[in-house]
């Protein structure tokens, strides 16, 4: 079983910048995929940022440019650094592993972006 714990969410001015941590109760060097997605209100789950191990990084087009996925395997920890935050950068943001082909997920950290 893995959990995720997600933190560094925040209101924050457009244009700003934030740090998101998840930290892993496993290892995430064992984990096939590790990254973040995120959801606005009314519209669907979507990618944000993923590590994988068979296909390396990968971003979502709207965040490409802006924001930075990083591993620290020491820490069992993922990281995302958001820059240059939009106001349609507003979601809650999820932490989210796929271990041994099972889908985990945190409970979510709020991003708040205002103009």
């Known amino acids: 079983q893995v959990q995720l714990v997600e933190s560094g969410g925040g209101l924050v001015q457009a244009g700003g910048s934030l740090r998101l941590s998840c930290a892993a109760s496993?290892?995430?060097?064992?984990?096939?995929?590790v990254g973040w997605y995120r959801q606005a209100p009314g519209k669907q789950r979507e990618m944000v940022a993923i590590?994988?191990?068979?296909?390396?990084?990968d971003y979502g087009d709207s965040v490409k440019g802006r924001f930075t996925i990083s591993v620290d395997n020491a820490e069992n920890s993922v990281y995302l650094q958001l820059n240059s935050l939009k106001l349609e950068d507003t979601a809650v943001y999820y932490c989210?592993?796929?271990?041994?082909?099972?889908?985990?997920w945190g409970q979510g950290t709020q991003v708040t972006v205002s103009s």
């Open positions: 496993g290892s995430i060097f064992s984990f096939d995929s």
């Open positions: 989210y592993a796929v271990w041994v082909r099972r889908d985990y």
């Open positions: 590590v994988t191990k068979t296909t390396g990084t």
